[in-house]
Protein backbone atom coordinates (compact mmCIF):
# COMPACT_ATOMS: atom_id res chain seq x y z
CA UNK A 1 0.00 0.00 0.00
CA UNK A 2 1.51 3.17 -1.14
CA UNK A 3 0.73 5.28 1.93
CA UNK A 4 1.91 2.67 4.49
CA UNK A 5 5.32 3.26 2.12
CA UNK A 6 5.55 7.02 2.44
CA UNK A 7 4.93 6.65 6.25
CA UNK A 8 8.01 3.72 7.00
CA UNK A 9 10.17 3.95 4.10
CA UNK A 10 12.50 6.79 5.41
CA UNK A 11 13.34 4.89 8.60
CA UNK A 12 13.86 1.75 6.84
CA UNK A 13 17.38 2.42 4.94
CA UNK A 14 19.65 0.09 4.47
CA UNK A 15 19.69 -3.74 5.53
CA UNK A 16 17.77 -3.47 8.52
CA UNK A 17 16.74 -6.65 10.60
CA UNK A 18 13.00 -7.75 10.51
CA UNK A 19 11.05 -9.06 13.50
CA UNK A 20 10.88 -12.82 13.87
CA UNK A 21 7.25 -12.36 13.32
CA UNK A 22 8.07 -10.95 9.69
CA UNK A 23 9.33 -14.24 8.64
CA UNK A 24 5.79 -16.32 10.03
CA UNK A 25 3.72 -13.98 7.71
CA UNK A 26 6.73 -15.26 5.10
CA UNK A 27 6.00 -18.56 5.77
CA UNK A 28 1.75 -18.05 5.71
CA UNK A 29 2.67 -16.54 2.16
CA UNK A 30 4.12 -19.80 1.23
CA UNK A 31 1.51 -22.18 2.25
CA UNK A 32 -1.58 -20.33 0.87
CA UNK A 33 0.62 -19.94 -2.57
CA UNK A 34 1.83 -23.80 -2.25
CA UNK A 35 -2.20 -24.84 -2.01
CA UNK A 36 -3.15 -22.98 -4.67
CA UNK A 37 -0.62 -24.66 -6.74
CA UNK A 38 -1.08 -27.77 -5.58
CA UNK A 39 -4.85 -27.99 -5.46
CA UNK A 40 -4.99 -26.34 -9.18
CA UNK A 41 -2.58 -28.76 -10.55
CA UNK A 42 -3.24 -32.17 -8.44
CA UNK A 43 -6.10 -33.13 -11.14
CA UNK A 44 -3.77 -33.27 -14.15
CA UNK A 45 -2.32 -36.52 -12.86
CA UNK A 46 -5.24 -37.50 -10.95
CA UNK A 47 -7.34 -37.51 -14.00
CA UNK A 48 -5.76 -40.43 -15.64
CA UNK A 49 -7.19 -42.53 -13.24
CA UNK A 50 -9.98 -41.43 -11.40
CA UNK A 51 -11.49 -41.40 -15.33
CA UNK A 52 -11.17 -45.00 -15.51
CA UNK A 53 -12.58 -45.67 -11.87
CA UNK A 54 -15.73 -43.46 -12.18
CA UNK A 55 -16.05 -44.17 -15.74
CA UNK A 56 -15.72 -40.25 -16.90
CA UNK A 57 -16.46 -38.89 -19.94
CA UNK A 58 -14.45 -35.97 -21.82
CA UNK A 59 -17.43 -33.93 -20.99
CA UNK A 60 -17.26 -34.94 -17.17
CA UNK A 61 -13.99 -35.16 -17.00
CA UNK A 62 -13.92 -31.08 -17.95
CA UNK A 63 -17.04 -30.49 -14.94
CA UNK A 64 -14.41 -32.77 -12.59
CA UNK A 65 -11.80 -29.97 -13.97
CA UNK A 66 -13.35 -26.89 -13.98
CA UNK A 67 -15.80 -26.97 -11.01
CA UNK A 68 -12.91 -25.70 -9.03
CA UNK A 69 -12.94 -22.56 -11.00
CA UNK A 70 -16.37 -21.64 -10.43
CA UNK A 71 -16.16 -22.46 -6.45
CA UNK A 72 -12.98 -20.31 -6.80
CA UNK A 73 -14.68 -17.32 -8.86
CA UNK A 74 -17.71 -17.49 -5.85
CA UNK A 75 -14.55 -17.82 -3.31
CA UNK A 76 -12.89 -14.57 -4.70
CA UNK A 77 -16.28 -12.43 -4.26
CA UNK A 78 -17.30 -13.90 -0.98
CA UNK A 79 -13.46 -13.89 0.68
CA UNK A 80 -13.35 -9.79 -0.13
CA UNK A 81 -16.41 -8.84 1.24
CA UNK A 82 -15.93 -11.12 4.52
CA UNK A 83 -13.01 -9.71 4.71
CA UNK A 84 -14.21 -6.41 5.40
CA UNK A 85 -16.20 -7.02 8.11
CA UNK A 86 -14.05 -9.75 9.72
CA UNK A 87 -10.65 -9.30 8.82
CA UNK A 88 -7.97 -10.69 6.80
CA UNK A 89 -6.57 -13.27 9.56
CA UNK A 90 -10.05 -14.50 9.93
CA UNK A 91 -10.62 -15.49 6.07
CA UNK A 92 -7.43 -16.75 5.97
CA UNK A 93 -7.91 -18.82 8.55
CA UNK A 94 -10.84 -20.08 7.43
CA UNK A 95 -10.08 -20.26 4.34
CA UNK A 96 -7.51 -23.06 5.46
CA UNK A 97 -10.17 -25.04 7.18
CA UNK A 98 -11.99 -24.81 3.76
CA UNK A 99 -8.91 -26.28 2.04
CA UNK A 100 -8.60 -28.95 4.31
CA UNK A 101 -12.53 -30.36 4.12
CA UNK A 102 -12.43 -30.26 0.47
CA UNK A 103 -9.29 -32.09 0.07
CA UNK A 104 -10.85 -34.75 2.49
CA UNK A 105 -13.99 -35.15 0.71
CA UNK A 106 -11.80 -35.37 -2.83
CA UNK A 107 -10.40 -38.25 -1.34
CA UNK A 108 -13.23 -40.10 -0.04
CA UNK A 109 -15.73 -39.34 -2.61
CA UNK A 110 -18.51 -42.46 -3.51
CA UNK A 111 -18.83 -41.04 -6.96
CA UNK A 112 -18.49 -38.54 -9.31
CA UNK A 113 -21.36 -35.99 -7.93
CA UNK A 114 -19.42 -36.15 -4.36
CA UNK A 115 -16.20 -35.34 -6.31
CA UNK A 116 -17.67 -32.60 -8.00
CA UNK A 117 -18.73 -31.25 -4.65
CA UNK A 118 -15.77 -31.79 -3.20
CA UNK A 119 -13.95 -29.95 -5.92
CA UNK A 120 -16.62 -26.69 -5.62
CA UNK A 121 -15.26 -26.38 -1.85
CA UNK A 122 -11.84 -26.66 -3.07
CA UNK A 123 -12.54 -23.69 -5.87
CA UNK A 124 -13.87 -21.63 -2.53
CA UNK A 125 -10.60 -21.86 -0.45
CA UNK A 126 -8.57 -21.54 -4.08
CA UNK A 127 -10.89 -18.27 -4.81
CA UNK A 128 -10.30 -17.03 -1.14
CA UNK A 129 -6.72 -18.12 -0.79
CA UNK A 130 -5.46 -16.17 -4.33
CA UNK A 131 -8.13 -13.10 -3.33
CA UNK A 132 -6.71 -12.68 0.22
CA UNK A 133 -3.76 -13.90 1.34
CA UNK A 134 -1.80 -11.43 -0.63
CA UNK A 135 -3.64 -8.56 0.73
CA UNK A 136 -3.13 -9.79 4.07
CA UNK A 137 1.22 -9.91 3.47
CA UNK A 138 0.45 -6.54 1.91
CA UNK A 139 -0.74 -5.20 4.71
CA UNK A 140 1.56 -6.93 7.44
CA UNK A 141 4.44 -6.52 5.94
CA UNK A 142 7.33 -4.06 6.29
CA UNK A 143 7.89 -2.09 2.63
CA UNK A 144 11.41 -2.97 2.82
CA UNK A 145 10.16 -6.98 2.80
CA UNK A 146 6.76 -6.75 1.18
CA UNK A 147 8.19 -7.37 -2.40
CA UNK A 148 9.76 -10.47 -1.97
CA UNK A 149 6.93 -11.63 -0.10
CA UNK A 150 4.67 -11.07 -2.69
CA UNK A 151 6.75 -12.43 -5.10
CA UNK A 152 7.40 -15.80 -2.55
CA UNK A 153 3.48 -16.12 -2.78
CA UNK A 154 3.74 -16.24 -6.60
CA UNK A 155 6.96 -18.49 -6.89
CA UNK A 156 5.21 -21.42 -4.17
CA UNK A 157 2.11 -21.46 -6.62
CA UNK A 158 4.26 -22.60 -9.27
CA UNK A 159 6.07 -24.71 -6.12
CA UNK A 160 2.71 -25.84 -5.43
CA UNK A 161 2.25 -26.87 -8.97
CA UNK A 162 5.07 -28.84 -9.09
CA UNK A 163 4.68 -30.91 -6.01
CA UNK A 164 1.44 -31.79 -7.25
CA UNK A 165 2.64 -33.17 -10.81
CA UNK A 166 5.18 -35.28 -8.27
CA UNK A 167 2.76 -36.87 -6.17
CA UNK A 168 0.48 -37.73 -9.54
CA UNK A 169 3.83 -39.90 -10.33
CA UNK A 170 4.85 -41.25 -7.28
CA UNK A 171 1.10 -42.07 -6.40
CA UNK A 172 0.65 -43.48 -10.06
CA UNK A 173 -2.07 -46.21 -10.42
CA UNK A 174 -5.95 -47.14 -9.68
CA UNK A 175 -6.87 -45.30 -6.16
CA UNK A 176 -4.26 -42.95 -5.80
CA UNK A 177 -5.85 -40.32 -6.80
CA UNK A 178 -7.70 -40.49 -3.71
CA UNK A 179 -3.97 -40.28 -1.64
CA UNK A 180 -3.39 -37.25 -4.01
CA UNK A 181 -6.06 -35.37 -3.19
CA UNK A 182 -5.71 -36.43 0.43
CA UNK A 183 -2.47 -34.61 0.69
CA UNK A 184 -3.76 -31.42 0.64
CA UNK A 185 -4.67 -31.50 4.30
CA UNK A 186 -1.34 -31.33 5.66
CA UNK A 187 -0.07 -28.44 4.29
CA UNK A 188 -3.77 -26.83 5.23
CA UNK A 189 -3.85 -27.32 8.75
CA UNK A 190 -0.51 -26.14 9.25
CA UNK A 191 -1.60 -23.06 7.87
CA UNK A 192 -4.62 -22.79 9.72
CA UNK A 193 -2.64 -23.05 13.45
CA UNK A 194 -0.26 -21.10 11.71
CA UNK A 195 -2.78 -18.57 11.30
CA UNK A 196 -3.86 -18.59 15.13
CA UNK A 197 -0.30 -17.29 15.92
CA UNK A 198 -0.52 -13.70 13.74
CA UNK A 199 -1.76 -10.96 14.10
CA UNK A 200 -4.77 -9.09 12.33
CA UNK A 201 -4.15 -6.80 9.70
CA UNK A 202 -3.28 -3.60 10.60
CA UNK A 203 -5.16 -1.62 8.29
CA UNK A 204 -8.06 -3.37 9.05
CA UNK A 205 -7.74 -2.76 12.73
CA UNK A 206 -7.30 0.90 12.42
CA UNK A 207 -9.90 1.29 9.88
CA UNK A 208 -12.66 -0.49 12.45
CA UNK A 209 -11.62 1.94 15.70
CA UNK A 210 -8.87 -0.59 17.04
CA UNK A 211 -6.26 1.95 16.69
CA UNK A 212 -4.11 0.86 20.57
CA UNK A 213 -4.35 -2.96 18.88
CA UNK A 214 -2.83 -1.78 15.70
CA UNK A 215 0.12 -0.03 17.55
CA UNK A 216 0.70 -2.96 19.78
CA UNK A 217 0.69 -5.29 16.31
CA UNK A 218 2.85 -3.29 14.14
CA UNK A 219 5.29 -2.70 17.20
CA UNK A 220 5.96 -6.65 16.88
CA UNK A 221 6.38 -6.22 12.61
CA UNK A 222 8.32 -3.16 11.88
CA UNK A 223 12.14 -2.65 13.28
CA UNK A 224 13.20 -0.74 16.04
CA UNK A 225 13.07 2.60 15.99
CA UNK A 226 10.17 2.50 12.73
CA UNK A 227 7.95 5.21 12.93
CA UNK A 228 4.95 3.22 14.64
CA UNK A 229 2.34 6.36 15.06
CA UNK A 230 3.22 8.40 11.55
CA UNK A 231 2.22 5.03 10.06
CA UNK A 232 -1.25 4.73 12.06
CA UNK A 233 -1.77 8.38 11.38
CA UNK A 234 -1.05 7.39 7.33
CA UNK A 235 -3.09 4.36 7.12
CA UNK A 236 -6.10 6.78 9.20
CA UNK A 237 -5.84 9.30 6.33
CA UNK A 238 -5.98 7.50 3.36
CA UNK A 239 -9.44 5.75 5.24
CA UNK A 240 -10.54 9.27 5.88
CA UNK A 241 -9.86 10.27 2.32
CA UNK A 242 -11.21 6.98 0.48
CA UNK A 243 -13.94 7.56 -1.64
CA UNK A 244 -17.13 4.78 -1.02
CA UNK A 245 -16.68 1.76 -2.69
CA UNK A 246 -19.50 2.34 -5.41
CA UNK A 247 -19.14 -0.05 -8.40
CA UNK A 248 -20.70 2.67 -10.49
CA UNK A 249 -17.64 4.94 -10.21
CA UNK A 250 -15.95 1.67 -12.68
CA UNK A 251 -18.01 3.35 -15.36
CA UNK A 252 -16.28 6.77 -15.53
CA UNK A 253 -15.03 7.29 -18.86
CA UNK A 254 -11.24 8.80 -18.09
CA UNK A 255 -10.89 5.01 -16.03
CA UNK A 256 -11.80 2.70 -19.43
CA UNK A 257 -8.21 2.55 -20.52
CA UNK A 258 -6.72 1.04 -17.80
CA UNK A 259 -9.96 -1.44 -17.40
CA UNK A 260 -9.10 -2.46 -20.80
CA UNK A 261 -5.52 -3.39 -19.60
CA UNK A 262 -6.23 -5.09 -16.52
CA UNK A 263 -9.04 -6.89 -17.73
CA UNK A 264 -7.27 -7.77 -21.21
CA UNK A 265 -4.47 -8.96 -19.82
CA UNK A 266 -5.94 -11.32 -17.67
CA UNK A 267 -8.13 -12.72 -19.85
CA UNK A 268 -5.16 -12.83 -22.76
CA UNK A 269 -3.80 -14.88 -19.24
CA UNK A 270 -5.73 -18.00 -19.91
CA UNK A 271 -7.00 -17.56 -23.54
CA UNK A 272 -2.92 -18.14 -24.57
CA UNK A 273 -3.42 -21.91 -23.30
CA UNK A 274 -1.64 -22.22 -19.99
CA UNK A 275 -3.56 -23.77 -18.12
CA UNK A 276 -4.93 -26.64 -21.39
CA UNK A 277 -1.16 -27.68 -20.63
CA UNK A 278 -1.53 -27.69 -16.96
CA UNK A 279 -4.68 -29.16 -16.43
CA UNK A 280 -4.61 -31.70 -19.24
CA UNK A 281 -1.41 -32.26 -20.74
CA UNK A 282 -0.77 -35.71 -18.78
CA UNK A 283 -4.36 -36.66 -20.20
CA UNK A 284 -3.55 -35.49 -23.53
CA UNK A 285 -0.20 -37.00 -23.75
CA UNK A 286 -1.39 -40.59 -22.45
CA UNK A 287 -4.52 -40.58 -25.35
CA UNK A 288 -1.51 -39.58 -27.94
CA UNK A 289 -0.01 -42.44 -27.23
CA UNK A 290 3.20 -41.56 -25.31
CA UNK A 291 2.17 -43.83 -22.67
CA UNK A 292 1.00 -42.77 -18.99
CA UNK A 293 4.51 -43.77 -17.28
CA UNK A 294 6.28 -40.72 -20.25
CA UNK A 295 2.74 -38.60 -19.81
CA UNK A 296 3.42 -38.25 -15.96
CA UNK A 297 7.32 -37.53 -15.88
CA UNK A 298 6.71 -35.03 -18.85
CA UNK A 299 3.89 -33.72 -16.11
CA UNK A 300 6.72 -33.43 -13.57
CA UNK A 301 8.67 -31.24 -16.08
CA UNK A 302 6.35 -29.07 -16.99
CA UNK A 303 5.87 -28.42 -12.99
CA UNK A 304 10.03 -27.64 -13.20
CA UNK A 305 9.07 -25.00 -15.99
CA UNK A 306 6.62 -23.53 -14.17
CA UNK A 307 9.10 -22.60 -11.36
CA UNK A 308 11.69 -21.80 -13.09
CA UNK A 309 9.49 -19.08 -14.92
CA UNK A 310 8.34 -17.95 -11.96
CA UNK A 311 11.89 -16.78 -10.72
CA UNK A 312 13.02 -15.85 -14.41
CA UNK A 313 9.71 -13.90 -14.72
CA UNK A 314 10.01 -12.36 -11.14
CA UNK A 315 13.47 -11.27 -12.08
CA UNK A 316 12.37 -9.96 -15.60
CA UNK A 317 9.55 -7.46 -14.66
CA UNK A 318 11.70 -5.15 -12.41
CA UNK A 319 14.87 -6.09 -14.63
CA UNK A 320 13.18 -5.18 -17.78
CA UNK A 321 9.73 -4.33 -17.22
CA UNK A 322 6.28 -5.16 -17.83
CA UNK A 323 5.41 -4.15 -21.47
CA UNK A 324 9.01 -5.63 -22.76
CA UNK A 325 9.09 -8.66 -20.64
CA UNK A 326 5.44 -9.43 -22.54
CA UNK A 327 6.70 -8.66 -26.11
CA UNK A 328 9.54 -10.01 -26.08
CA UNK A 329 8.50 -13.52 -24.18
CA UNK A 330 5.32 -14.06 -25.83
CA UNK A 331 6.09 -14.19 -29.77
CA UNK A 332 8.39 -17.17 -28.09
CA UNK A 333 5.05 -18.60 -26.44
CA UNK A 334 3.24 -18.51 -29.88
CA UNK A 335 5.77 -20.21 -31.28
CA UNK A 336 6.15 -22.83 -29.32
CA UNK A 337 2.22 -23.63 -29.46
CA UNK A 338 2.26 -23.40 -33.13
CA UNK A 339 5.39 -26.40 -33.37
CA UNK A 340 3.04 -28.26 -30.93
CA UNK A 341 0.05 -28.34 -33.21
CA UNK A 342 2.56 -28.85 -36.13
CA UNK A 343 3.85 -31.91 -34.31
CA UNK A 344 0.81 -33.42 -33.66
CA UNK A 345 0.72 -33.68 -37.83
CA UNK A 346 3.83 -35.39 -38.15
CA UNK A 347 3.64 -39.54 -37.74
CA UNK A 348 4.04 -41.78 -34.46
CA UNK A 349 7.52 -41.55 -33.74
CA UNK A 350 10.79 -40.74 -31.12
CA UNK A 351 11.42 -37.40 -33.22
CA UNK A 352 7.85 -36.43 -32.75
CA UNK A 353 7.93 -37.44 -29.51
CA UNK A 354 10.73 -35.24 -28.36
CA UNK A 355 9.12 -32.31 -30.51
CA UNK A 356 5.78 -31.96 -28.17
CA UNK A 357 7.81 -32.54 -25.02
CA UNK A 358 10.02 -29.62 -26.33
CA UNK A 359 7.74 -27.34 -27.59
CA UNK A 360 5.81 -27.99 -24.17
CA UNK A 361 8.72 -27.34 -22.11
CA UNK A 362 9.47 -23.62 -24.20
CA UNK A 363 5.88 -23.00 -24.13
CA UNK A 364 5.42 -23.60 -20.31
CA UNK A 365 8.40 -21.07 -19.80
CA UNK A 366 8.13 -18.49 -22.45
CA UNK A 367 4.41 -17.89 -21.57
CA UNK A 368 5.29 -18.01 -17.73
CA UNK A 369 7.65 -15.41 -18.03
CA UNK A 370 5.74 -13.37 -20.19
CA UNK A 371 2.43 -13.76 -18.95
CA UNK A 372 1.92 -15.41 -16.12
CA UNK A 373 4.49 -13.18 -14.43
CA UNK A 374 2.46 -10.09 -15.16
CA UNK A 375 -0.99 -10.86 -14.60
CA UNK A 376 -1.12 -10.35 -11.00
CA UNK A 377 0.86 -7.16 -11.03
CA UNK A 378 -0.66 -5.33 -13.72
CA UNK A 379 -3.99 -4.78 -12.40
CA UNK A 380 -2.54 -3.20 -9.00
CA UNK A 381 -0.60 -1.04 -10.73
CA UNK A 382 -2.43 0.56 -13.29
CA UNK A 383 -5.56 0.74 -11.55
CA UNK A 384 -6.53 3.96 -9.68
CA UNK A 385 -6.40 4.07 -6.03
CA UNK A 386 -10.31 4.88 -5.42
CA UNK A 387 -11.10 2.09 -7.12
CA UNK A 388 -8.57 -0.49 -6.94
CA UNK A 389 -10.37 -3.28 -4.51
CA UNK A 390 -13.48 -3.14 -6.96
CA UNK A 391 -11.51 -3.09 -10.43
CA UNK A 392 -8.91 -5.53 -9.03
CA UNK A 393 -11.89 -7.78 -8.09
CA UNK A 394 -12.95 -7.57 -11.44
CA UNK A 395 -10.05 -8.49 -12.72
CA UNK A 396 -9.51 -11.70 -10.49
CA UNK A 397 -12.68 -12.91 -11.42
CA UNK A 398 -11.87 -12.34 -15.31
CA UNK A 399 -8.97 -14.68 -14.78
CA UNK A 400 -10.77 -17.17 -12.82
CA UNK A 401 -13.60 -16.84 -15.76
CA UNK A 402 -10.94 -17.24 -18.95
CA UNK A 403 -9.71 -19.82 -16.57
CA UNK A 404 -13.02 -21.59 -16.59
CA UNK A 405 -13.66 -21.51 -20.00
CA UNK A 406 -10.67 -22.72 -21.31
CA UNK A 407 -10.95 -25.77 -18.74
CA UNK A 408 -14.18 -26.66 -20.11
CA UNK A 409 -13.83 -26.63 -23.60
CA UNK A 410 -9.59 -27.69 -23.82
CA UNK A 411 -10.75 -31.45 -24.91
CA UNK A 412 -13.55 -30.61 -26.57
CA UNK A 413 -11.68 -28.78 -28.72
CA UNK A 414 -9.61 -31.37 -29.08
CA UNK A 415 -12.49 -33.78 -30.57
CA UNK A 416 -13.56 -31.83 -32.70
CA UNK A 417 -11.01 -30.08 -34.12
CA UNK A 418 -7.99 -32.77 -33.40
CA UNK A 419 -5.00 -31.57 -31.13
CA UNK A 420 -2.95 -30.12 -34.43
CA UNK A 421 -6.30 -27.76 -34.81
CA UNK A 422 -6.50 -26.69 -31.06
CA UNK A 423 -2.69 -25.86 -30.74
CA UNK A 424 -2.91 -23.20 -33.89
CA UNK A 425 -6.06 -22.20 -32.47
CA UNK A 426 -3.56 -21.22 -29.05
CA UNK A 427 -0.99 -20.17 -31.21
CA UNK A 428 -3.46 -17.68 -33.40
CA UNK A 429 -4.63 -16.29 -29.66
CA UNK A 430 -0.79 -15.48 -28.45
CA UNK A 431 -0.72 -13.74 -31.94
CA UNK A 432 -3.60 -11.63 -30.83
CA UNK A 433 -2.35 -11.05 -27.08
CA UNK A 434 0.94 -9.61 -28.81
CA UNK A 435 -1.20 -7.19 -30.68
CA UNK A 436 -2.91 -6.38 -27.58
CA UNK A 437 0.35 -5.76 -25.74
CA UNK A 438 1.49 -3.82 -28.47
CA UNK A 439 -0.96 -1.23 -28.82
CA UNK A 440 -2.75 -1.16 -25.15
CA UNK A 441 -0.29 -1.86 -22.30
CA UNK A 442 1.55 0.83 -21.44
CA UNK A 443 5.20 0.34 -19.12
CA UNK A 444 4.65 1.09 -15.43
CA UNK A 445 8.27 -0.03 -14.11
CA UNK A 446 9.96 2.71 -11.87
CA UNK A 447 6.70 4.34 -12.29
CA UNK A 448 4.92 5.95 -8.86
CA UNK A 449 1.54 4.53 -8.90
CA UNK A 450 0.84 8.46 -8.24
CA UNK A 451 2.31 9.23 -11.86
CA UNK A 452 0.32 6.38 -12.94
CA UNK A 453 -2.92 7.73 -11.87
CA UNK A 454 -1.77 11.39 -13.21
CA UNK A 455 -1.17 10.07 -16.68
CA UNK A 456 -4.63 7.93 -16.92
CA UNK A 457 -6.19 11.11 -16.22
CA UNK A 458 -4.37 13.48 -18.83
CA UNK A 459 -5.70 13.98 -22.14
CA UNK A 460 -4.56 11.29 -24.76
CA UNK A 461 -3.27 7.40 -24.65
CA UNK A 462 -2.31 6.09 -21.74
CA UNK A 463 0.48 4.07 -23.34
CA UNK A 464 2.30 7.30 -24.96
CA UNK A 465 1.51 9.62 -21.44
CA UNK A 466 3.59 6.97 -19.60
CA UNK A 467 6.04 6.73 -22.30
CA UNK A 468 6.89 10.10 -21.90
CA UNK A 469 9.53 10.71 -18.61
CA UNK A 470 8.10 12.39 -15.64
Same mark, same amino acid.
Given at each position: ?????????????????? @???????????????????????????????????????????? /??? !?????????? $?????????????????????????????????????? $???????????????????? @???????????????? &?????????????????????????????? &????????????????? +?? @?????????????????? /????????? $?????????????????????? +???????????? /????????????????????????????????????????????????? $??? !????????????????????????? &????????? &??????????????????????????????????????????????????????????????????????????????????????????? /??????????????????????????? +?????? @?
Amino acid at each position: MPEIIAATATPERGRVRQ @PTQVYAVAAVSALGGLLFGYDTGIISGALLYLREDLHLSSQGQE /VVV !SVILVGAMIG $ALISGRLAGRLGRRRVVLWVAVIFAVGALGAATAPNTG $ALIAARLVLGLAVGGASNMV @PVYIAEVAPPAVRGRL &MVLFQLMVAIGQLIAYLASWLLAGSGGWRV &MFGLAVIPATVLAIGMT +RL @PESPRWLVEHGHTATAHA /VLSRLRPRG $ADITGEITAIHGVAAAAPRRDR +RALLQPWLRPAL /VVALGVAAFSQLTGINAIVYYAPTILSDAGFGQSVALVTGIGIGAMLVV $AGI !SGAIAVDAIGRRRTMLWFMPLSGLA &MAVLGLAFL &MGDSPAQHWTVISALFVYILCNGIGMQSVVWLIAPEILPLGVRGPATSLATLTVWGFDLLIAVTALSSIHMVGRAGTFFLYAALNVLCLVF /VLLKVPETRNRPLEDIERALRAPGSLR +RNLATP @P
